[in-house]
């Protein structure tokens, strides 16, 4: 199996260009549910192994030279120059953490040589990005650039914007010109005229992707730089072993407090409520035991009035009791009269 696969892997510079391209459309696509998945990642893989199979090709082959001019390149040649930026394309699709940072670093120097190439020919005028510094500090003056005024800045926010919003419009009118040119060469029955159109609109659209990827990979590179940094300093940074626990504390205004609501609570209970109330009830000190044993003999007078009060007392709550039931009984007479006799009865006074 694994040699019926090799041989049917495409060997012709055309065939490496047109199956690498095809698999980054269908990547593109969405066809997959996620660019995550392992199915989409296999012709991610595949894609790039195609692909720097035909960039070593075109660089062996020399089909392009800082000495010639863009007509002078052969109609069925130009798209080779899309070589880099396809593989560049299909380098960021990758999925690794771990490898983001050289993914990113690989996939933006093959949009450079791509954009040199595309700048050497003319084949559409543009600037090419500035280099990053190859020193250490490159991260930091990515990250915090050099401070400019506030007109400055705002002149070139100004700038960028409006380079933006320019190549946007000019991808849409290329897209909207190579779809109506996709039909004839997919047809195989396209001119020369138009197949070399065709070629050159996507070129130039590929301009236009490879200087928003680089754009969005330089930002993407200071973040990825910085949190390597981050990472690199905390392992440094030797393991301190672990502080042993706090104990607890009250803030107290004074030393006395301190005594009362300090964490050892010194002012512990000596004895329980059962010890405490058998103490006092041996000394005769309860309230159900009046007063100590000693003061008993001049307390007995004290004690005989209190018994003729409540004897008093209990007197004066029979003797309302029962004038409370005669009130009642005269009530209940009254109304019992006042049924049998109707109002004016015996009033014969005035009846003529």
């Given at each position: 199996?694994?040699?019926s696969?090799?041989?049917?892997?495409?060997?012709?510079l055309s065939?490496?260009?047109?199956?690498?391209?095809?698999?980054?459309?269908?990547?593109?696509?969405?066809?997959?549910?996620?660019?995550?998945?392992?199915?989409?990642?296999?012709?991610?893989?595949?894609?790039?192994?195609?692909?720097?199979?035909?960039?070593?090709?075109?660089?062996e082959?020399?089909?392009?030279?800082r000495?010639?001019?863009?007509?002078?390149?052969?109609?069925?040649?130009?798209?080779?120059?899309?070589?880099?930026?396809?593989?560049?394309?299909?380098?960021?699709?990758?999925?690794?953490?771990?490898?983001?940072?050289?993914?990113?670093?690989?996939?933006?120097?093959?949009?450079?040589?791509?954009?040199?190439?595309?700048?050497?020919?003319?084949?559409?005028?543009?600037?090419?990005?500035?280099?990053?510094?190859?020193?250490?500090?490159?991260?930091?003056?990515?990250?915090?650039?050099?401070?400019?005024?506030?007109?400055?800045?705002?002149?070139?926010?100004?700038?960028?914007?409006k380079?933006?919003?320019?190549?946007?419009?000019?991808?849409?009118?290329?897209?909207?010109?190579?779809?109506?040119?996709?039909?004839?060469?997919?047809?195989?029955?396209?001119a020369?005229?138009?197949?070399?159109?065709?070629?050159?609109?996507?070129?130039?659209?590929?301009?236009?992707?490879?200087?928003?990827?680089?754009?969005?990979?330089?930002?993407?590179?200071?973040?990825?730089?910085?949190?390597?940094?981050?990472?690199?300093?905390?392992?440094?940074?030797p393991?301190?072993?672990?502080?042993?626990?706090?104990?607890?504390?009250?803030?107290t205004?004074?030393?006395?407090?301190?005594?009362?609501?300090?964490?050892?609570?010194?002012?512990?209970?000596t004895?329980?409520?059962?010890?405490?109330?058998?103490?006092?009830?041996?000394?005769?000190?309860?309230?159900?035991?009046?007063?100590?044993?000693?003061?008993?003999?001049?307390?007995?007078?004290?004690?005989?009035?209190?018994?003729?009060?409540?004897?008093?007392?209990?007197?004066?709550?029979?003797?309302?009791?029962?004038?409370?039931?005669?009130?009642?009984?005269?009530?209940r007479?009254?109304?019992?009269?006042?049924?049998?006799?109707?109002?004016?009865?015996?009033?014969?006074?005035?009846?003529?």
């Amino acid at each position: 199996m694994a040699a019926s696969a090799a041989t049917e892997e495409p060997e012709r510079l055309s065939e490496l260009l047109e199956t690498g391209w095809r698999l980054l459309e269908e990547v593109e696509s969405g066809a997959e549910p996620s660019s995550g998945a392992p199915a989409v990642q296999r012709k991610v893989q595949r894609g790039i192994a195609l692909l720097e199979r035909a960039a070593r090709a075109v660089t062996e082959l020399q089909l392009f030279s800082r000495n010639e001019e863009l007509e002078e390149i052969p109609s069925v040649d130009l798209r080779f120059m899309l070589v880099p930026a396809l593989l560049a394309a299909l380098i960021l699709k990758q999925v690794n953490p771990n490898k983001r940072l050289e993914h990113v670093e690989r996939a933006r120097a093959c949009f450079m040589d791509f954009l040199r190439v595309c700048k050497d020919y003319e084949v559409v005028p543009f600037e090419l990005p500035r280099e990053p510094e190859d020193s250490e500090s490159a991260g930091t003056s990515w990250s915090s650039p050099a401070p400019a005024s506030d007109q400055t800045a705002l002149l070139t926010m100004a700038s960028n914007r409006k380079a933006k919003i320019e190549r946007y419009k000019q991808k849409k009118e290329l897209e909207n010109q190579l779809a109506s040119l996709k039909a004839f060469i997919d047809s195989g029955q396209a001119a020369e005229e138009q197949i070399r159109e065709f070629y050159l609109l996507q070129i130039k659209k590929w301009v236009s992707t490879s200087l928003e990827e680089i754009e969005s990979i330089d930002q993407e590179r200071a973040i990825l730089s910085r949190r390597d940094a981050l990472k690199q300093g905390s392992a440094r940074q030797p393991c301190q072993p672990p502080r042993p626990p706090m104990k607890p504390f009250i803030l107290t205004r004074d030393a006395a407090q301190a005594k009362v609501f300090g964490a050892g609570y010194p002012s512990l209970a000596t004895m329980t409520v059962d010890d405490w109330y058998e103490q006092h009830r041996k000394h005769g000190a309860l309230p159900d035991q009046g007063i100590s044993s000693k003061g008993s003999g001049r307390c007995t007078g004290g004690v005989e009035e209190h018994q003729k009060d409540q004897e008093e007392k209990k007197n004066m709550e029979e003797e309302e009791e029962e004038e409370r039931d005669e009130a009642v009984q005269k009530a209940r007479e009254w109304d019992e009269w006042k049924d049998t006799h109707p109002r004016g009865y015996g009033n014969r006074k005035n009846m003529g």
